[in-house]
């Protein structure tokens, strides 16, 4: 019976909350179990909060049984990626540089999460401060795909992503910069969306990019997404950035979607996006769901963004170049590490920064630190960071001509499925590639949405959906009706087919 | 290797001094540029901070509303041009007292830009200082160095980091390059920050104290042939923090560039440090390609697009600038040049105007707080406005002479009565029993008295000899302790001599 | 377009403020070219008259009132600091300063 519950889906755990069959404390305590049983395997946790999340769920279950009135997710547990802060849990980035910081403040997303009333399970593994593309890049090791343990999970938020896939959590947060959410919920058969920028407050979400980084809602459905959508969205006055507007009613639009009914919704198919180096498998799911959504009464046109093949281009140019200045407060000399020269060096201010950045950043974030501080420094700048970006608006402007025309835009998230651990590490410009398709959505600050569309070679395949700026809405629609057509094909979820993982000792 | 100087007339004689001042603004918002931590000076170190101002990850700042109105309102004070869009920009350097290791400022697009201060110089000419820029930006941090020589920085063993100052509002005003001061400029540099300085106060952005680092100065010079030559190199004096120190750096400078132009050798662009025990200037470190700031737009804020129509607002409500205010009460109280000069050099400029706000004369108030009050501020070493005596208390005082209540020399006790913190003037009067005895039958009791003591005056002035009168008077005044009325007094005199 | 020299790279971590292995160093030098050689087509599909973006939804004028909150607590501040004393941040000397 425990082991069970953590098959629900949240809206299913949620209802099961509400109506007594399930207490919160026994929703925790098997996702701790299940964590127990197989994150050994998986490593998609780097810190697991029992007490606190056992201690939340103590409080829902007193508050329900007294009668108070609770928020629709009170009781479900979450995990969150590690790249958020969390008063008095800590907060690592996967990095060594942070190693055992605690925070002082909760994000305004854990703010969220906590007035939701739902228990937080822990802290999902990450590549160092988001950067990769496969969470190789963690310094405290690797997370493993259930798919396939010796297959990358997607990254940078594989923890989160793998945390859904394996029962470990029904809920999880992520945050993507250039692929971070869709990349892993495509490569492990979940959903992942990266809403519209602005649209989730960045304030305690520790950035990589700040004109790109966005944090969403991981789970195993689209309905599930969208629920988790509707507690982080919301302005927020700490982040400038953030929109100040009523968040739209986005499980609605999912349960609307589920109806199958996509007359009159016209859908895009970008040919820059299914074009070059795409596995055949992943072309064949992806044209295969676009005669479901045809099937359902959508019109699918093609139509040409002549821009996106550049987008790869100047998002290497503006990520890193944010990248060299976000992290340039990790210095040795606040908090966090410090590293004091060994090379003879006189021990000073200046000589400890660079010890202690030098040791404790990986390899990955020392290489973007230094990419975009020579993309920034004199002489370079018009031709780097400037060029990149007036592509920047040229990638809007093809967004905007394509939604003039259509009401969403699809694609493959990925053009593969996930590949082998160290496969790709020794070849930056490979894994760096993978983000092709995912990349255009945050250089223009529109909504996507990542879902499971079918498996080749025994491995899960992305379809991506986007829309508009602020029409995450219409994400949830579509998504969630292709979604029921592809389990009324599949009989139930594709995670159903994934092989089950052994449990420890 | 710093060669000999010339001597300051000797190098104006031969060079053309150009000037260029960079001043630091601190701005009295309730809290700071990017969060709510309270802006404040002093305190208990790290009690002034928020995550934000500390630089903790996941941080991101939000503008204060009052910043940007205070930054506006100097930028129209200082006749600029308000720019209809700016955005902030990361100037990224490593260093310990900046918390992100980059500082938020404004790069290429300042809120204001292209204006002009009048200075007022000593002899009351007026000279215009152009201003490229006046932008938003936040200060950093203070540190202490531990050990070592005095803690100065070589051979301290570490230091010490207090954040509170860390997210100030500041404003940074540039000048363009100053011409035409001549062997003027080190007094038009010195007059050019006490003049923001009275700018800030009268639109009340700043306390604008440069003894507490709310107005930092850096002062840079070059020095060419003639005022038609193309501009020399120049150096940069960094924090030359009191009035006294921006002459001395100028004149310093002057000299020490006339040697070693005269000595063929180049000027070395470079940072130059004062030193405020015998106003000499030496060499920090010269600019080099770490100066790479590495600007970009700082994503976390949006672009400021000051509502047109705000901007009006606050330039209606400027106040009147102090260089206009001057010449209107110049004009207003008749007083001659070095009369207004020596009054606004001693800091007596608001003292008079509320004074004769009160209804007193200009000369009178010039009176008292020229003559009476600088004395008693010049004994007790303190600041004319540091006294214990308001500006209506000395109208009070001088409506009281005027009305014949008691006379300027009992007006001298009632000011040491105020001064001691007895009251105002009629409190003190009362108090002390001063008021001027015009009671004729108590001065005529005196006076019969004091005739009938010196029996041979009354022939004396009867015989036309007026003389012995005063002699009199003088006796009516101690046996009345100086509150007689010295004017009655002498009509009675006559009245009862001449019967 | 350019190309980055070992020497510039090593300037490139000083301003970053990194220490670099040689070995590191090296291995940068080689993939940053890789990298910029394909990134470098930025240049050639702008013309002057596109405007840059530098923000994704275009927004103005995000302000705070001027209110105070409260500070951190200093020790919490203490309790996450690497070296703390006399209520300030400990740090190594630092040079260049006056």
């Known amino acids: 019976m425990v082991v069970s519950n953590t098959r629900f889906t949240a809206a299913e755990l949620a209802t099961q909350l509400k109506i007594g069959t399930v207490s919160a404390v026994e929703a925790v305590q098997c996702h701790l179990d299940r964590i127990d049983d197989v994150d050994g395997d998986l490593h998609a946790f780097l810190h697991v909060s029992a007490e606190e999340a056992l201690a939340t769920a103590r409080e829902v279950d007193k508050d329900r049984a007294a009668g108070v009135d609770l928020p629709p997710l009170a009781g479900v547990p979450i995990a969150v990626k590690d790249l958020i802060c969390t008063k008095g849990i800590p907060t690592t980035a996967a990095s060594r540089i942070l190693e055992g910081w605690i925070p002082p403040y909760d994000a305004s997303i854990v703010r969220n999460i906590k007035a939701a009333r739902m228990p937080i399970l822990g802290k999902t593994n990450l590549d160092e401060f988001a950067m990769g593309s496969s969470t190789e890049h963690s310094a405290f090791g690797d997370t493993h795909n259930p798919w396939d343990l010796d297959r990358i999970p997607g990254g940078s938020g594989g923890g989160s992503a793998v945390a859904v896939a394996s029962y470990e959590a029904p809920l999880a947060i992520g945050t993507d910069t250039g692929g971070s959410i869709r990349g892993p919920a495509a490569f492990t058969g979940t959903v992942g969306v990266k809403p519209t920028y602005g649209s989730v407050s960045r304030y305690g979400c520790i950035a990589m990019a700040s004109s790109l980084d966005q944090a969403g809602p991981v789970a195993r459905n689209v309905l599930d997404t969208a629920l988790l959508h509707e507690v982080l969205a919301g302005y927020d006055p700490r982040d400038s950035t953030s929109i100040n507007e009523p968040v739209p009613a986005y499980a609605d639009a999912a349960v609307h979607g589920a109806t199958q009914d996509l007359k009159g919704v016209k859908v895009g198919v970008v040919l820059e996006m299914v074009g070059n180096g795409f596995q055949p498998g992943v072309l064949a799911r992806f044209y295969e769901s676009l005669t479901k959504l045809q099937n359902m009464g959508a019109e699918v046109v093609n139509l040409s963004c002549p821009s996106f093949p550049f987008a790869f281009d100047a998002y290497y140019l503006i990520m890193p170049a944010e990248v060299s200045s976000n992290l340039a407060r990790y210095d040795g000399m606040r908090y966090g590490l410090r590293v004091e020269p060994t090379d003879g060096r006189p021990v000073t201010a200046e000589s400890v920064t660079m010890a202690t950045r030098g040791q404790g950043f990986g390899e990955e974030v020392k290489r973007r630190i230094i990419l975009g501080t020579y993309a920034l420094s004199a002489g370079y700048y018009d031709a780097f960071y400037g060029s990149a970006q007036q592509v920047r608006t040229l990638i809007q402007r093809d967004f905007a001509a394509a939604f003039d025309q259509v009401d969403v835009l699809v694609s493959p998230t990925t053009p593969t499925t996930a590949f082998k651990l160290g496969e790709k590490l020794d070849d930056v410009l490979a894994m760096y590639l993978g983000d092709v398709a995912t990349i255009p959505a945050n250089l223009a600050g529109v909504p996507a949405l990542s879902m499971p569309n079918g498996i080749d070679a025994g491995l899960p395949t992305g379809f991506q959906i986007i829309a508009p700026a602020k029409e995450d809405a219409r994400l949830y629609r579509v998504g969630a009706a292709l979604e029921a057509a592809l389990e009324h094909q599949w009989g139930g979820p594709l995670l159903d087919q994934a092989p089950e993982l052994t449990v420890a000792e | ?499 | 377009m350019s190309t980055i020299t070992r020497d510039e790279l090593v300037h490139v971590a000083r301003l970053a403020a990194i220490d670099l292995t040689e070995a590191e160093t090296d291995q940068f030098a080689t993939e940053l070219n890789v990298i910029l050689e394909a990134v470098a087509r930025v240049n050639t599909i702008v013309t002057p008259d596109v405007p840059a973006t530098s923000h994704p939804l275009p927004m103005t004028n995000v302000l705070r009132d001027d209110v105070v909150i409260p500070s951190i607590p200093l020790d919490e501040i203490e309790a996450g600091a690497i070296a703390f004393e006399d209520g300030k941040f400990l740090v190594p000397q630092i040079l260049g300063e006056e």
């Not at chain 2, 405020?276 to 080099?288: F, I, N, V």
């Not at chain 2, 200009?362 to 600088?374: D, V």
């Not at chain 2, 004395?375 to 070493?381: S, Y």
């Not at chain 2, 500006?391 to 009632?414: C, F, M, S, W």
């Open chain 2, 1 to 499: 290797m710093e060669t000999a100087l010339v001597p300051y007339e000797d190098a104006v004689k031969r060079y053309d001094p150009v000037i260029g001042i960079e001043v630091h603004v601190e701005l009295s918002t309730k809290s700071k540029m990017f969060c709510g931590a309270e802006n404040t000076a002093g305190g208990e170190p790290n009690t002034h901070v928020t995550e934000v101002c500390l630089g903790l990850p996941g941080t991101l700042p939000v503008l204060n509303r009052t910043a940007l109105e205070y930054a506006i309102r100097l930028g129209l004070a200082l006749n600029c041009t308000i720019a209809p869009s700016c955005r902030f920009a990361r100037k990224n350097y490593f260093y310990p007292d900046i918390p992100k290791n980059y500082q938020t400022s404004q790069s290429d697009e300042p809120i204001a830009s292209d204006g002009y201060v009048d200075v007022i110089l000593d002899d009351g000419e007026t000279f215009r200082v152009p201003i490229e820029r006046a932008h938003m930006e936040e200060d950093a941090g203070k540190n202490t160095h531990i050990g070592g020589d005095d803690g100065r920085i070589h051979g301290a063993l570490y230091s010490l980091v207090d954040y509170n100052r860390a997210g100030v509002p500041l404003v940074e005003i540039v000048t363009r390059p100053i011409e035409g001061a001549g062997d003027r400029a080190p007094e038009v540099a010195r007059k050019y920050v006490e003049t923001l300085r009275d700018i800030a106060r009268a639109i009340d952005v700043s306390e604008a104290r440069m003894e507490r680092g709310q107005v930092r100065a850096d002062v840079n010079l070059s020095l060419r042939p003639t005022p038609e030559s193309p501009l020399g190199t120049r150096t940069e004096t960094k924090n030359v923090n009191s009035f006294r120190a921006i002459e001395s750096a100028v004149r310093y400078e002057v000299s020490r560039h006339a040697a070693v132009l005269d000595s063929g050798q180049p000027v070395f662009q470079e940072t130059r440090h004062f030193h405020e025990e015998d106003g000499s200037t030496s060499p920090g470190r010269a600019k080099s390609d770490a100066d790479d700031y590495r600007y970009f737009p700082e994503p976390d804020l949006v672009p400021v697009a000051p509502d047109p129509a705000w901007v009006e607002e606050i330039r209606a409500g400027l106040p009147e600038m102090p260089a206009q205010r001057r010449a209107r009460l110049h004009k207003a109280w008749g007083y001659t040049d070095a009369e207004m000069r020596d009054v606004v050099n001693a800091g007596a400029l608001d003292l008079i105007d509320a004074t004769t706000a009160s209804g007193v004369t200009a000369a009178a108030a010039r009176k008292w707080w020229m003559g009476e009050l600088s004395r008693i501020a010049k004994q007790g070493d303190v600041a004319l406005d540091q006294l214990n005596v308001t500006p209506q208390q000395i109208g009070e005082l001088q409506g009281l002479i005027d009305a014949g209540t008691i006379n300027d020399k009992i007006g001298r006790q009632v000011l040491d009565g105020v001064l001691a913190g007895e009251g105002d003037p009629v409190a003190v009067v009362d108090k002390r029993g001063l008021k001027v005895v015009s009671d004729d039958g108590a001065l005529l009791e005196a006076v019969t008295a004091a005739l009938a003591a010196e029996p041979d005056v009354v022939d004396k002035v009867k015989a036309g000899n007026m003389g012995p009168v005063g002699a009199i008077i003088g006796a009516v005044m101690k046996a009345t302790k100086g509150q007689a009325d010295a004017k009655r007094v002498r009509e009675l005199i006559l009245e009862q001599i001449n019967g």
